[in-house]
C-alpha cells in the first residue's frame, strides 16, 4: 500500500519514517518501473528493508509525488479505518484523470453521506438480484463466442470486454453499441494514465488520460440528460438500471447528486470495478487451471447447486450464489491481514456486485468449458498490475 505525503510535515514535529526520496521530480520510479514491469515487485520493497530494516513503513517518492508505503498488514489495516490520522491521498495523475467530485472535493459528512448512498443502492438483496439474469446472458453469450473461435485469444482482454459489458448494462442499460464502443476506448486511456508520471505533453500516457476524461464526460453527459428527462415525464424505460436508480436516489435528509456526481460515479465504477473483475477471473481460471485436485472441488460445488435446484427454475438466484462456500473461499489468512477490498470509508462500495459478477462467470464457465493455456510458463509483469506479458494468451474449450 502506498499514499502520499504532504512535504510541509517536514519542517513540523511531525517525524517521517526512513527511506530516500531518490532523484528531483523523478524520485524513485525508475526502479520501481523496473522491478513491477519485469514481474519482481517485492523487489523494491526487499531493497527498502536491507536498507532501514523490518519497520513496516518507508518514505519514498513515486509518480512525481513523495509518498509513503506501507508494507505491514496490521499497518494497512489502520491506514484504512483511521480516517483522522490519515486522509485520502492519491498520486496527481489519479485525481487529475479521475477527477471525481464525490472522492476529492466533499468534506468528510458529504463523503460519507455520498458512500452511503451508493451502498444502499448498488449492495441491496433486491437490487443484486434483478441484476443476476443480465449478468448471466452475457456470461453465456460471451463464453459461447469464444469457444467458437478457432483460434486463440487474449484471455485477459476478453474477460475485460466482459467485465466492461456487464457493468455499463448495468449502469446505462442497452445502448448503441457504437456509443459503447466508444466509451470503452476511452476508459483504456484513462486506465493508462491513473498511475503514470503527471506531465502534461502531447505523447505522455498522462495527457492522453486527461483526454480521454473529457471525452468520456462528453459521452456520457446526454445519457444522463436524457434519462432524466424520461423519468420527469414519467417515461419507464423497460429494465430498470442503476442509472435510474441513481437518478431517483434521495438520502434520509433529501439530499441528492447531480448529473455531474453521477458522471462522476460512472466513470469511477467502471474505471475501478472492470480492470480488477477482469483480473480477479482471469487469475481465478489460471490458478484452477493449474491445481486440477482444487477445480475438481469447485466444479463439484456448481454440479451439486444444479442437482439441488428445482426443475422449473432455469437460471442462478442469489441464494445458489451464497451457497457457493468453496468457491468463495480464499487461503487461511489472519483475520485482518486479507483486505481486498479495502476496510473501512475505504470499503469498495461495490464489492458485493463485483463477487456476485465473478461467482456467475466461474460457475459457468466451470460447468462448461476448460482453459487451455497456451504459454504456462509466460513471464510476468506487474504494471500497471500482475498479469502474464501475453495477457494469458489460451483458448476457451466447450467440454
Known sequence: MSGNYNLKLRKNQYLLPSGHMGWPFIGNMLTFVKDFSS?????????????????????????????????????CRQVLTNDETFKIGYPKSTKEVMRCKPVWSFSRKEHMRFRRLISSLTMGHNTLEMYIPRIEDIVINSLEELSSMSHSIEFLKEMKNISFNIIIDIFLGSYNQHIITKIGNSFTDMHAALFSMPINLPGFAFRK??????????????????????????????????????????????????????????????????????????????????????????????????KMRLPTQKQLSLKEIKKMVYLSQNHNAKVGTFLPFGAGSRHCPGSDLAKIEISIFLHYFLNNYKLEIVNPECPMTCLPSSKPIDNCLARVIKI
Open 209 to 306: 488520460g486527461l483526454m480521454a476524461r473529457e471525452k468520456l464526460a462528453k459521452l456520457v453527459k446526454p445519457i444522463v440528460e436524457e434519462r432524466r428527462s424520461m423519468i420527469k415525464n414519467g417515461e419507464k424505460t423497460k429494465d430498470k438500471d442503476l442509472l435510474d436508480i441513481f437518478l431517483e436516489a434521495r438520502d434520509e435528509d433529501g439530499w441528492k447528486p447531480d448529473d455531474d456526481d453521477i458522471i462522476d460515479m460512472l466513470i469511477g465504477i467502471v474505471l475501478a470495478g472492470h480492470e480488477a473483475t477482469a483480473n480477479t477471473m482471469m487469475w481465478s481460471m489460471i490458478y484452477l487451471t493449474q491445481n486440477p485436485h482444487i477445480m475438481k472441488k469447485a466444479k463439484d460445488e456448481q454440479e451439486e447447486i444444479m
Open 39 to 75: 514481474g519482481h515487485p517485492d523487489s523494491f520493497i526487499k531493497n527498502l528493508v536491507s536498507r532501514y530494516g523490518r519497520i513496516g513503513i518507508y518514505k519514498t517518492h513515486l509518480f512525481g509525488s513523495p509518498s509513503i508505503i506501507v508494507c505491514e498488514a496490521d499497518m
